[in-house]
């Protein structure tokens, strides 16, 4: 038997859906846009991820919408244009689609397009300049600092976003069978190549002891926001993101 123990913030992502409402009902100048454009390798061939989101308002849990026939989301790039279809995500209401081309300096335009009210059809992004992290161990001791280096951006006032999420298998005596800990951060620091961690603030505050073994995940995204179609009358963002991660394991006492 597996039980699950979580953080309270993941606790929040996993059980906290939202209500859903058809697409028909509802104004685009009562809709709000959440748009991303997400590559995960400096291939210049490589797909990229692209992913919508339409809500009714920006307000946190707001109502996202299920598209009725008539409405339609597409993203073009480089001259070829692809329709976004329904996501298998539980919880979300999602649209995505994959793209060709990953170029830094190609446009991607989102359109949504409605037969029975307005169109919004020219949201754009670009991505930003692709990075790649350096090669790191498969393993770290707890206690121990791993500096992160990567491909600097050109300008120095950029930011780099980070997370690292660490799963941890513990044998506790108070709960039957096995049980897990999960712990995310998330933060920003100067976009310049380099960030230092220490492991230690990898483990969720549980007896240590405890522990039976720990998987860490980091990931890193260079952001740059695109602008959102004026016609969603509730705003929205549209953002392009270069991220990268990488896993390893932390070794206990």
Known sequence: MFKLKWTPL???????GCDQTDSGSVATSQIAADFKVISTSSDPVAKVMVTAKLTITREFNAPQLELDPGDELTVTAAGVTTTLHRSPLLFV???????????????????????????????????PDPFDISPMAASYHLGDTI??????????????????????????????????????????TVDDGTLSLNIDDFIYNVDRDTLVACEAH?????????????????GGDFIAIQERSLEFEIVLP
Do not use: K
Request: proline share 2%.
């Open 10 to 16: 993941l606790a929040v992502i996993v059980l906290v």
């Open 93 to 127: 209401t999602q649209y995505e689609a994959e793209v060709d081309n990953a170029s830094t300096h190609t446009q991607f335009v989102i359109a949504f397009n409605r037969v029975e009210d307005t169109s919004a059809p020219s949201s754009i992004a670009q991505l």
């Open 147 to 188: 500096l992160l280096t990567w491909t600097a951006a050109v300008s120095e006032d950029e930011v780099m976003f980070y997370s690292h999420r660490t799963s941890c298998e513990v044998d506790d005596d108070t709960v039957e069978g096995t049980s897990f800990i999960a712990r995310l951060v998330t933060g920003d």
């Open 218 to 234: 980091i990931t890193l995204e260079r952001r740059q926001e695109g602008s959102v179609d004026p016609n969603f009358g509730a």
